[in-house]
């Protein structure tokens, strides 16, 4: 797999990537990097500071990579606030989850998730959907809801 | 005319057998005649009839009753038309007053005649009878009292009271009246042999009989021969007649004892005999109608009193065991703290017997308590038992000796024991114990002493009757009615409880399995959920961070270390393999499965469908014939075929395109063999390959977890889940899963279903 030149426009994405697991972030992260895209990110360790950061700043970013299983506050339950508070505004949220289980996808659908990313084995395959959902982020095409079958 | 004197001899062995009822002779002092009561004509008649009539007896068989008297002809008539017993009736003859008895005796009428005598004045009133059973005392004071009462009114020099052992059936004199001069015998034992077992059968059924003089001969009864039709017996049975002469062997035995007249009252209770009032004289007597009359009647008083007391006696020693008997029931109701070891120390289980021991013994294990034989000893003793007549009701004895010669060695703690069963299958029981008391016996003479002392070998009685000693060891305090009633129904309710204890126990154990089992289950679930999550992400990362490696600096990496990460990675990829597979594996265990009708033919179309891939590849083939439909769980009938269809492209010949085919068939004869099902009860679809096979030795090994031949081409290596899973498909279709092959030809599955999965 190999990754073609992508051009993106000219702003910042503000991206928010929300995962209790700090190797996932760093995996993460540095698949987001290689990319070479000018963007604003930042981290959280669990779904309640996420719901803190958005309280307080009243700011919504342009992309949140949400984990599901978390401590505190779980993935799912961040989904419906956020779908909740922000309504169904520009901010994508895609599910990035350990679990493959079509009923957690169903579940994630219906509570107004844009995709679901299952984290998945390969570095390289990690690139490619992080790439695909910026991109997804960025100009909206018609694309399956579990992104990884775009890569299989 | 035949004579009817019954000349049996006796000998040593038959003293038992001796016909005393029909002796066939009468005593000499009156006469006896017999009638058909049909006709009235005279069947039977003692010799000394023909001095009485003045008549030979030709002349007085066949004659009819009414002629040979003709002066009582009214009473005559009117006694042959009763029915019972009467006496009573004062007959003259040559100026000579009589006493007229008659009774029925096998279709005849017996008639009595003896010589009226002016009754003794000495008879006794009622008030005197009533004062006579309401002496206050014991039963031994009553019979004291009984005893003088009966010498004053018959007039013998000798009145003796007997009591008769329940289990020996020795007697023993408990009472005595005596004349002067005469030998006390009191507390003196008689053997069992001194009244023989058809004596004391007779003296239950007619309770009075005399013997007025020991030293007359008996006279003989005559009778005609038969007419052939059998309506008259031709000998006559005396068992209720007052004259019958007794046996020639008690008179001897009379006479040893220097007795020339006897008389005896029988004391009976519950239909056996208790005892004897017996009276002896030094020389002939003659008790009148109105004596005798008066001493049966204070026989049945006696016996009723004496039943009384041992009732009363009963009744307030049932009393006390009924208390010790609830104490026990209610130690059985207390589930918490009841157990044999326990029951063993409650005191009342000695108590409600007064035994010195007591052992049950369940399953070959003895509890005990007190003063037991030792355990082997109790063992065999207790195997004797069962195996003894006594098995199903119980039983006991003070003489344990006499039934069972080994407890001689075990006198001292076990000569009286009571048994009860507790279980008829085996040897399960409760034996209370009671040692053998030191007791001097004293008889009267010798008991052993019946030997054949003539040189015809009879039998006669014996001629010393000095006492006699004996020391005894072997026999216990007897045990009475009250404590045999109260332990069988102690040992009724532990067999019960034992019943109950054993049920709940397999239902604990039973119990215990199942949480057990449920244990077992959780954690095979909880290991699952452990490979299926915990151990999953690990493994991903460090497959994503040995791929990160290799993508971003495997330009910087030297070949050793590329290498490694390369080998870490198929590794890592096998890993999650391996949990892939034995997730597969315990999902197939899971219990909520959907049974539904399943189409076998499309179910193999689709998975034919997904591995298209890889048949196109190998250029393999799969032939299916028209499979059935079946009852079953689909997505575990997929992966069964999956399994199997994988399986058989996994080893493949290199050198030659595959052939898979699968069809209907029978079980072989080997399967049929190896499972011991019944064939027509199954139907096997086969799956055969022509593929590398196996040894025929692994066909079992295949299908166990883990298990893989190490045939498998390179770079296929499986994980030894697959044909795992195919066993535990079968086996929730209650089916089975055999598999034959020959090494480089190729194998067959077979999935054997029941029938029942049929639609």
């Not at chain 1, 957690?104 to 998730?113: D, P």
């Not at chain 2, 005649?113 to 039963?139: C, F, Y």
């Not at chain 2, 009244?195 to 009778?223: K, M």
């Not at chain 2, 035994?355 to 308590?369: C, F, L, R, T």
Request: some cysteine; glycine content about 6%; charged content about 25%.
């Amino acid at each position: 797999m190999t990754l073609s030149a992508f051009s993106f426009p000219a702003f910042k994405p503000k991206v928010f990537l929300v995962d209790d697991d700090e190797d996932d972030r760093f995996l993460f992260l540095d698949a987001i990097t290689e990319l070479r895209h000018e963007l604003i990110i930042k981290e959280f360790a669990d779904g309640e500071s996420l719901m803190n950061t958005l309280r307080k700043a009243g700011e919504s970013p342009d992309i949140i990579f949400l984990d599901l299983n978390m401590p505190r506050l779980s993935g799912l339950e961040c989904l419906d606030f956020l779908r909740k508070k922000l309504g169904d505004s520009i901010t994508k949220v895609f599910i990035i989850s350990t679990s493959s289980s079509a009923d957690m996808i169903e579940t994630t659908r219906n509570k107004g998730a844009d995709h679901y990313i299952c984290k998945p084995r390969d570095f390289n395959e990690l690139k490619i959907l992080v790439r695909i959902a910026l991109q997804k982020a960025i100009s909206p095409t018609s694309s399956p809801f579990l992104l990884n079958e775009l890569v299989k | 005319m035949i004579d009817l004197t019954n000349k049996t001899v006796t000998t040593i062995s038959n003293c038992d057998q001796e016909p005393i009822h029909v002796p066939g002779t009468i005593q000499a002092h009156g006469y006896l005649l017999a009638i058909n009561p049909q006709d009235g004509t005279v069947t039977h008649c003692s010799r000394n009839l023909t001095r009485f009539l003045q008549l030979p007896l030709q002349e007085i068989l066949g004659r009819n009753i009414l002629h040979l008297f003709p002066q009582h002809r009214d009473v005559l008539e009117e006694r042959l038309g009763e029915k019972g017993q009467s006496s009573g009736l004062t007959l003259r003859h040559d100026d000579v007053s009589y006493h007229m008895m008659t009774h029925r005796s096998a279709g005849l009428i017996i008639l009595e005649l003896e010589p009226a005598v002016e009754d003794h004045p000495e008879t006794i009133t009622v008030p005197e009878l009533l004062s006579l059973i309401k002496t206050p005392g014991s039963l031994v004071d009553l019979c004291d009292t009984v005893a003088k009462e009966v010498r004053r009114i018959l007039g013998y020099d000798r009145v003796m009271i007997y009591r008769f052992d329940t289990e020996d059936h020795s007697g023993e004199v408990i009472a005595e009246c005596l004349a002067d001069g005469m030998e006390p015998y009191l507390g003196l034992r008689y053997p069992a042999g001194d009244i023989p077992l058809q004596a004391r059968a007779l003296y239950v059924r007619n309770t009075i009989r005399s013997i007025n003089d020991t030293g007359s001969e008996p006279v003989a009864l005559f009778t005609q021969p038969g007419d052939g039709t059998g309506t008259v017996p031709e000998q006559l049975d005396l068992s209720y007649a007052y004259l019958r002469s007794v046996s020639p062997i008690h008179i001897q035995y009379l006479r040893n004892m220097g007795v020339g007249a006897s008389f005896s009252i029988s004391l009976v209770k519950d239909g056996q005999l208790w005892g004897l009032i017996a009276c002896h004289h030094r020389t002939a007597h003659h008790p009148t109608l109105g004596q005798r009359n008066t001493a049966q009647m204070i026989g049945i008083l006696l016996s009723s009193q004496i039943e009384l007391l041992e009732r009363m006696e009963q009744s307030a020693e049932s009393l006390a065991t009924e208390k010790q008997l609830n104490a026990l029931l209610h130690f059985f109701e207390d589930e918490n703290r009841f157990g044999l070891p326990a029951l063993v120390e409650k005191p009342e289980l000695l108590r409600m017997a007064e035994a010195w021991g007591v052992a049950i013994v369940v399953m070959d294990k003895i509890y005990s308590k007190g003063l037991t034989p030792p355990s082997d000893a109790t063992l065999r003793l207790v195997e004797f038992l069962r195996q003894s007549s006594f098995s199903t009701k119980g039983f006991s004895t003070k003489n344990l000796a006499a039934h069972y010669p080994a407890a001689k060695a075990i006198e001292e703690v076990a000569s009286g024991i009571i048994y009860h069963p507790l279980d008829f299958a085996s040897k399960d029981c409760i034996v209370w114990f009671r040692p053998g008391l030191v007791q001097t016996v004293t008889w009267g003479g010798q008991p052993d002493s019946r030997q054949p002392n003539n040189s015809k070998g009879t039998l006669t009685p014996r001629s010393s009757f000095s006492a006699w000693q004996q020391t005894v060891r072997d026999v216990s305090e007897p045990w009475s009615d009250a404590q045999v009633q109260i332990t069988a129904r102690l040992a009724f309710a532990l067999r019960k409880q034992l019943r109950t204890l054993h049920i709940q126990q397999e239902s604990d154990q039973q119990r215990a399995l199942n949480e057990r089992l449920m244990a077992v289950n959780e954690e095979l679930e909880n290991i699952n959920w452990i490979s299926s999550h915990d151990l999953r992400e690990p493994l991903r990362k460090i497959q994503v961070l040995a791929s990160r490696a290799l993508s971003k600096d495997s330009h910087n990496l030297s070949e050793v270390l590329l290498d490694s990460i390369n080998r870490m990675q198929v590794s890592a990829r096998r890993m999650q393999q391996l949990l892939d597979d034995i997730s597969a594996y315990s999902n197939i265990s899971a219990k909520q499965n959907v049974h539904a009708e399943v189409d076998l033919n499309s179910l193999v179309q689709e998975i034919f469908i997904d591995k298209a891939d890889v048949f196109r590849e190998q250029q393999a083939e799969l032939k299916v014939e028209e499979l059935p439909e079946i009852v079953g769980i689909a997505f575990q009938l997929k992966q069964l075929f999956l399994n199997l269809i994988t399986n058989s492209l996994k080893f493949s010949r290199p050198d030659e395109p595959n052939l898979i085919s699968i069809q209907v068939t029978s079980p072989t004869e080997e399967a049929i063999e190896a499972f011991g099902i019944t064939a027509q009860n199954y139907f096997s679809i086969v799956l055969r390959d022509r593929g590398v096979g196996f040894d025929p030795a692994y066909s079992r090994t295949i299908f166990k977890l883990f298990q893989r031949l190490n045939n498998e081409p390179d770079g296929k290596n499986g994980t030894g889940v697959g044909l795992a899973i195919c066993k535990k498909v079968m086996h929730n279709h209650e089916g089975l899963i055999w598999a034959e092959s020959t090494l480089g030809v190729g194998s067959a599955f077979y999935l054997i279903f029941p029938n029942s999965r049929l639609l």
